[in-house]
């Protein structure tokens, strides 16, 4: 790829996405830029990555073709008043934040700008994230295929209306900490039962890696997956049925639409804003 890539912020989710494109090779190290607030921010990303760094955010947008903001949501607004002035008409600004809409953006900028929304996840840095784009009206077919390929080269990218925006922060760039918690518990478990903790972790992660697989191999619905390993009378339905006992099903999805709706509100401008 011969686009110049800049990073205004390279905290967690910046760092997943730096390490999964030079993974890949779409990228060189020479090509990618990134800012930080601290030095020992920016030590830490030449060190880790061996890319240029600066602490002057525009900088970074001058020297970059497509700009990534990837700060929290609550520095956009200073950080887009900082650099919005050297954004022209070629730059493509890639927004990663959860509940900051395009009109929002619009907003900040003050002036027409090519935007795509994105929500990536932290498993980019294994190469195996999902991610959601969502282009305004000013970015072309072209420049959308760009994203995606950039996108692509540390995971699995889906291009969707930003009405599902929110959607997206629950079912995928949140939920790695679900499942997470949820192998811990199984670590924890087979812990109890007398085996070694990093043993433990190995058996949990790597099951819920090769069902997870199997879900988007085979295509079969999770629930027909579900009942092929269910035996009657056996050990896994007797798991199955403990877990619907204490409201496994219930507890995901009133955890995943509370993000969502934490989503939303965190998209809605502040009275003193």
């Known amino acids: 790829m011969d686009k110049k890539i800049g990073f205004i912020g390279c905290g967690n989710m910046g760092s ?54 990837a700060v929290k949501p609550h520095l956009y607004k200073s950080v887009i008043k900082e650099i919005r002035d050297d954004v022209d008409e070629d730059r ?5 934040a959860a509940g900051i809409s395009h009109s929002r953006l619009d907003d900040c900028f003050g002036k027409p700008v090519k935007i795509i929304r994105a929500m990536p996840n932290t498993p980019a ?37 930003e009405s599902l925006m929110d959607t997206v922060t629950g079912v995928s760039g949140s939920s790695p900490a679900y499942v ?27 099951a819920v890696y090769g069902a997870a697989k199997m879900v988007l ?16 009378g056996g050990t896994t339905i007797a798991a199955v049925a403990k877990l619907e006992e204490a409201g496994l099903r219930n507890a995901v999805i009133s955890a995943q639409r509370c993000c969502v709706e934490k989503s939303k509100k965190m998209g809605k401008p502040r009275k003193n804003q």
């Open 217 to 232: 191999e085979t295509g079969k619905h999770p629930g027909a997956l579900k009942d092929a390993v269910c035996s009657p």
């Open 16 to 69: 997943a996405m730096v390490s999964g494109i030079l993974s890949s090779g779409i990228c060189t190290a020479e090509r990618l830029t990134a800012s930080a607030q601290t030095q020992a921010s920016l030590d830490r990303i030449a060190h880790d990555f061996g890319i240029r760094t600066t602490p002057d955010n525009r900088k970074v947008t001058r020297n970059s073709d497509i700009v990534f903001l």
């Open 125 to 161: 840095t294994v190469s195996e994230a999902m991610s959601a784009l969502s282009p305004n009206k000013l970015v072309t077919k072209e420049e959308l295929q760009t994203v995606v390929t950039v996108f692509e080269s540390f995971g699995k990218a889906e291009i969707v209306p």
């Open 92 to 96: 493509l600004i890639v927004a990663i």
């Open 180 to 206: 997470y918690l949820f192998i811990e518990a199984m670590a924890d478990a087979a812990v109890a039962d007398g085996m070694p903790r990093a043993q433990a972790y190995k058996f949990a992660a790597q």
